[in-house]
Nanobody, 122 residues
């Protein structure tokens, strides 16, 4: 089974940028790869997803600010986050699954990494 390892999280001020990475190893990823996030006391939500043929889908809250991409040769998924806001503070998880939901996350037998923390201060 594929393993996903996220990196790149950290603490930034509002308006700053971060780039998250997700390295996949030990197996094949599914059709869909995505980034989801969960803030304390809130439900997990889809942030951005990308299909195997490279078509992205974004949550309305991050459109125009975040960009999802992948490097197939490196088996790595990225999330470039610009113009960060305090409400973007959350644990960010990389996932892969057989189906891509229009809510910008993967469905089905989803595999998820351990997460990387993003904290945005005023």
């Amino acid at each position: 089974q594929v393993q996903l390892v996220e990196s790149g999280g950290g603490s930034v001020q509002a308006g700053g940028s971060l780039r998250l990475s997700c390295a996949a190893s030990g197996g094949y990823t599914y059709y869909c790869m995505s980034w989801v996030r969960q803030a304390p006391g809130k439900e997990r939500e889809g942030v951005a997803a990308i299909s195997r043929n490279g078509i992205p889908t974004y949550a309305d809250s991050v459109k125009g600010r975040f960009t999802i991409s992948k490097d197939n040769a490196k088996n790595t998924l990225y999330l470039q986050m610009n113009s960060l806001k305090p409400e973007d503070t959350a644990m960010y998880y990389c996932t892969t699954g057989p189906f891509l939901n229009r809510g910008a996350y993967c469905n089905g037998n989803v595999i998820r990494g351990q997460g990387t923390q993003v904290t945005v201060s005023e």
